[in-house]
């Protein structure tokens, strides 16, 4: 994050004594980018953030991945992978889709609060496909429903509450082991959003108030688990202390939350290509949307993608809501992944192409992923490959 905020108790001055009104000592921490040389915010907290009392190993299940061998396209259900509507949560339960060495992609249905957790390989964004969940972090909460992106810094703890009754909630979620961002090209030398940029801070929503164990009823004192994903795999940290004891804090190192029905589409007389629907950006992979919108005001104009060989990267849809008319008779539908390979031309299905001419508005709503190197197969692909999409392109007339 590029803009500074500052929310509940925060010294005057960096880096000086700040006590409570009881006056115990403050522990100052810097969680910060780049070796203290990038974004960064400083959190004031009850107790030393070092304490754990013990560490044991913890295994990430279904992390392996496979080869994409012989090269295909491919079409995965994601709701076949969770058959039964959840009752899992989404940090432990999560269902390896794609992956590479840049970013790894997964879904869950959840229905239940996960431990804490903080991710140590890099910053996650996780999109609500349907569903609410809170976003608990010693940054404070964020309330989370369908068509929400949370995205959240690296190792930071925090934990997905769904509340009791409220029915499971569906996240796809994009880890990367780089920072997720805002794509440069939007942002002033200063990092202020430009004015031709699809979306502004204002449609940012930040953590407004500090968030404490006492808050949400749980005993400060209290020994908590939290959950790491590091290189080499996972571990369990129990802390001495309940992680939520920041008093306050401030810098522009945060989660945040964007819903893509803010997102501004950037539209004109002929097809614009993808790069006018980027979101986020990682390093070797953009996070892009397609949301409804006019199309195609030029006499003549066809809506539909042309066909594109994407020669030097991988793309992932995962198609939300609406009608996808360019993939018709593919079976592709909301809860779709398709996997559209470099090395691989693609487009519309039969007839998708013409039958675009002269439409004035689609009712799409879809998130993509082009990675740069290619992407690997998960154990959530394998089992909901549908098997045929490799041939939903031939002409069927004859
Ligand atoms: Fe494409």
Redo the contacts with the bound molecule.
Sequence with gaps: MTYFTSVGEVPRKRHLAHRRDDGRLLYEEMIGEEGFSSTSSLLYRRNIPSAIARSAPWEPTGAELHENRPLIPRHFDLHALFPDGGGRDVVRHRRLVLGNDDVRISYVVAGETSPFYRNALGDECVFIEDGTARLESVFGALDAGPGDYLVVPRATTHRWVVAPGAGPVRAFCIEATSHITPPSRYLSRFGQFLESAPYCERDLRVPRARLLAEDVGEDPAAEVDVLIKHRGGGSVHTCQHHPLDAVGWAGCLYPYAFNLRDFEPITGRVIEP?PAHQVFEGRDFVVCNFVPRKVGYHEGAVTA?YY?A?VDSD?V?FYVAGRYEARSGSGVRAGSVTL?TSGHS??PQPGAYEASIGVEAVDETAVMIDTFRPLLLGDGALESDDGVYLTSWLDRAD
Excluded: C, K, V
């Design positions: 993808p993608p594109h994407n793309e849809m559209h693609h487009g």
